[in-house]
């Protein structure tokens, strides 16, 4: 289906707020870690300086900051005037992940670390014991997406199920929403609570790295009738297939590209990537 002109032309109402939140840097001691599924492990951290943490957007992203893999020393840097002050020495290796859950009553937040080959973040997920020590910047912003679309579609790899399941869990009951989520196997689905009416596919790569290959979450979009009426979009996966996704729902399903936020939560070959694909100029 092409968008009709007016839709590309008119001003859109209903557009995401960005928000600004105070800089703050956190040094947090895991408390609990809990294998999910073959590819999640789920990691409870708590501590002092937790007080205060605020994480209104459902797509809000925290940077880890991971203490050295030889000597276990956690560097984090503190935010001066002129910008961020770093302890010396090397600087840590810095990852994006969500908040995907924040109890400011227990006092704890939850990071949910989606395992693959290599890299610090991942690595560290996996052998993470209570106690262990790692920094926490931000969220230094928050996107608010209002909730008033005819429905909405959030469509993303194993890296946004924490991004999906808060948006899910912020829905109102009766809002119509349809997910496209990809994992290796059945094995690695979560249960996505809603108050929401949900339409859930997910989508197996079953192993499938090919690069050149389109995204299994592009091919199953394509083979999908998506409802009727105004939608917002949200997109979080590699990004070559973000962008992608992006592209088709522009062009082929009438998606306004002022109600759509596609990102690149990683990107295939290269360490620490956040790639946006709103540009807001088609
Ligand atoms: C805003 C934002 C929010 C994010 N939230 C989360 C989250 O809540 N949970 C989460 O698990 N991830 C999340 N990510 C993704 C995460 O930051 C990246 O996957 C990160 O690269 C992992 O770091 P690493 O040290 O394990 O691997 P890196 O050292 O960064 O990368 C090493 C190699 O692994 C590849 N790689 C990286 N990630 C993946 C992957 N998922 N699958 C396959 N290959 C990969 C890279 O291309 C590279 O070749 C988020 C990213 C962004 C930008």
Redesign the pocket.
């Known amino acids: 289906m092409n968008p009709s002109p007016d839709t590309h032309t008119s001003a859109p109402d209903r557009l995401p707020q960005r928000v600004r939140h105070e800089l703050r840097f956190r040094q947090l001691q895991v408390r609990s870690t809990e294998r999910i599924t073959p590819h ?1 492990i789920r990691i409870t951290l708590e501590g002092e300086q937790l007080a205060g943490f605020h994480s209104p957007g459902f ?3 925290a940077k ?1 900051f ?1 203490p050295d893999a030889e000597t276990g020393e956690l560097r984090v840097p503190t935010a001066g005037p002129d910008g961020l002050v770093w302890p010396p020495g090397p600087k840590p ?1 810095m ?6 859950r924040h109890d400011a009553a227990a006092g704890t937040l939850e ?15 996996e052998t993470a014991r209570p106690g262990d020590l790692v920094g926490v910047g931000g969220p230094r912003g928050s996107f608010i997406v209002p909730t008033s679309f005819d429905w909405h579609l959030l469509i993303g ?7 999906i399941s808060r948006r899910l869990a912020e829905l109102p009951a009766g809002a119509k929403v349809v997910v496209l989520a990809e994992v290796d196997a059945e094995a690695d689905q979560i249960p996505l609570p809603t108050a929401a009416a949900l339409e859930l596919h997910w989508v197996h790569r079953a192993g499938a ?1 090919a690069s050149g290959a389109e995204s299994p979450l592009l091919a199953r979009l394509r083979e999908l009738a998506l409802p009727a009426g105004d939608f917002h979009a949200w997109v ?1 996966c ?1 990004s070559a297939a973000a962008k992608a996704l992006r592209a088709h729902l522009v062009a082929e399903r009438g998606a306004h590209p002022r109600w759509i936020r596609a ?13 946006s694909h709103d540009s807001h100029d088609d």
Not at 111 to 125: E, N, S, V, Y
Not at 157 to 163: E, G, Q, R, S
Not at 263 to 275: E, N, P, Q
Request: hydrophobic share 35%; proline share 6%.
């Open positions: 999640l797509d809000d992203h880890l991971f290796a990852r994006d992940y969500t908040p995907r990071i949910d670390f989606a395992l693959h080959d290599a890299g610090p973040a991942t690595k560290w997920a790899d194993d890296t946004a199920l924490p991004a790295t979080g590699e990102s690149g939560y990683w990107r295939r070959g290269a360490s620490a990537t956040h790639d």
